[in-house]
């Protein structure tokens, strides 16, 4: 895997997490002009976009109905990573979280990280 991703856990219904991913060797301006998005796969079922943030501009972002208004994509340009802020988690968020990367140079992922969400 070329991305870096961390953050995962096990938590309960309703609490929160937060995902992080970053490349070590992108420069600022590869950062920016990468479309980042977080995918997931829960076992037995195909991976699933969960939300993307398009390059050059960190407003212009799309996520699965099913998140809708509990997670969030954002961008640090500082720190040259990407989050996922996940609020009011719920049993089926249940999976594993991938991060993805594409820009000029290729198409990157991260080694993936658990998300439990269970009483």
């Known amino acids: 895997a070329q991305l870096v991703e961390s953050g995962g856990g096990l938590v309960q219904p309703g609490e929160s997490l937060r995902l992080s991913c970053k490349h070590p060797r992108f420069i600022l301006s590869t950062f920016t002009m990468t479309d980042w998005g977080w995918y997931r796969q829960a076992p037995g079922k195909a991976r699933e976009l969960v939300a993307q943030?398009?390059?050059?501009?960190?407003?212009?972002?799309m996520y699965a109905d099913s998140v809708k208004g509990r997670f969030t994509i954002s961008r640090d340009n500082a720190r040259k990573t990407v989050y996922l802020q996940m609020n009011t988690l719920k049993p089926d968020d249940t999976a594993v979280y991938y991060c993805?990367?594409?820009?000029?140079?290729?198409?990157?992922w991260g080694q993936g990280t658990q998300v439990t969400v269970a009483s």
């Open positions: 943030s398009n390059r050059f501009s960190g407003d212009d972002t």
């Open positions: 993805n990367a594409r820009n000029a140079q290729g198409d990157y």
